[in-house]
């Protein structure tokens, strides 16, 4: 097949991808399968209400009112497996308790215990990983596991990521993508929940929140339909290898221009112009490149995307400024305070799910982040003026 005749079908290929794609939507939209609580709610990348959820899944108590089933699946799908061994539960006295505090005020996102077993369960989405955090969450499971063999922290991530903190040997990765989606697929499928149709509507929903922030399609029948398009014939098959190669070393070059624009063009220039203290840096994973801005008693730090904004304060504030800060970067961002002993003491306020406005509604990072290069290229004023803003606001606090 001829250049010419290649970069045809691939137009072609994609003019059919389009249109099937808005064909379901708009579908969707009619018939209200479009509509998630967890999306609406902004809640779908929030950690602690995630694992709320969670909890109560996992929980044979929990408000679903079923059993112990889902609890039985997800031991036999996910922690016996990753674990290499069945692991003895008394489900009599069975606890499935989120935000379990430890030693120094530090708390394991979900605890599995009978009171003999313990098994601890660390969730990240977005979120870094505090110093040693997995590791003293190991060292308090050998303690608790003391009778019985121990078990390692249950590392929950989108993608089931390693640690950058702990030794491998106190923890094992769980993916939201490999592990959680299919294990909730089988509850969503079983018999219980054929009976329970608002469980089985949340079910689906929750699925559909989880495949959001780990970057898969949503919707199965769109990707049958969009899979079935590209087995047509192999020159179809062709051309989709084609696009997928290039979409990928596009989503990394987007990503680079992004930050070199945001760090090395005008958005750094025109900031440092108003706050001549300002700096860009990058944690030593490599995971937050942002500018630190340092304003009065706090620092402000804004992620490259401006979806991760951040506050650390100095001791010196008083209470009642801290509340006004708050108060304020809620405000001006639109975004929920997730603040807390993940982020460590210094930080008051803090964000990983923020949105730069007029991209609301764009789920796909890669997506978002298309927008971004393109606000960042044709006015990169406007993003500066944004992060002055917020800068100025909590200089006059």
């Known amino acids: 097949m001829s250049t010419a005749d290649s970069t045809q079908t691939v137009a072609l290929l994609l003019e059919r991808v389009r249109a099937t794609v808005k064909k379901l939507e708009d579908q969707y939209k009619k018939t209200g399968m479009a509509y998630n609580v967890f999306k609406v709610a902004g809640i779908a990348e929030r950690e602690v209400i995630m694992c709320s959820v969670l909890a109560d899944l996992l929980n044979p108590k929990g408000q679903h009112y079923q059993g112990t089933v889902y609890f039985k699946l997800f031991m036999d799908m996910v922690v016996n497996p990753l674990a290499g061994k069945t692991i003895p539960l008394n489900l ?7 935000e379990y505090k430890i030693d120094d005020d530090r708390r394991i996102d979900i605890v599995i215990s009978d009171g003999s077993v313990f098994i601890p369960i660390e969730v990240k989405i977005r979120a870094g990983e505090q110093k040693q955090q997995l590791a003293d969450y190991a060292v308090f499971s050998r303690k608790m596991n003391s009778g019985s063999s121990f078990i390692p922290v ?58 959001s922030f780990c970057g898969c399609m949503e919707d199965d029948a769109m990707k049958n339909a969009i899979s079935a398009l ?39 220039r025109l900031v440092k112009n108003k706050f001549p203290d300002t700096e860009y840096l990058e944690t030593d994973a490599g995971d937050w490149l942002y500018l630190s801005i340092p304003v009065g008693s706090c620092v402000l ?30 405000r001006l961002t639109g975004a929920h305070n997730e603040a807390g002993e993940d982020w460590g003491d210094e930080t008051i306020w803090v964000t990983t799910c923020c949105i730069y406005p007029g991209l609301e509604g764009i789920e796909d990072d890669n997506l978002y982040l298309r927008g971004l290069y393109k606000i960042y290229t044709k006015n990169p004023q406007a993003v500066a003026d944004k992060i002055v803003s917020m800068a100025q606001t909590l200089k006059g606090i």
């Open 92 to 98: 009599a006295k069975l606890n499935i308790m989120p």
């Open 154 to 211: 249950l590392f929950l991530t989108p993608d089931g990521r390693e640690s950058n903190e702990a030794a491998k040997s106190d923890y094992v990765c769980v993916s939201f993508e490999k592990h959680i989606i299919p294990w909730l697929v089988q509850c969503l499928n079983c018999a219980e929940t054929d009976k329970a149709s608002p469980i089985r509507e949340i079910l689906k929903q929750y699925i559909q929140a989880i495949k």
């Open 301 to 330: 730090s804004v992620h490259y995307d401006m979806s991760s904004i951040s506050v650390e304060l100095d001791d010196n504030l008083s209470f009642a400024d801290r509340d006004k800060i708050v108060a304020a970067m809620s």
């Open 230 to 268: 590209i087995m047509e014939s192999e020159d179809s098959y062709a051309a989709a290898l084609s696009i997928a190669q290039a979409v990928d070393e596009l989503n990394g070059e987007i990503d680079n221009k992004v930050w070199d624009i945001f760090r090395e063009g005008e958005i750094f």
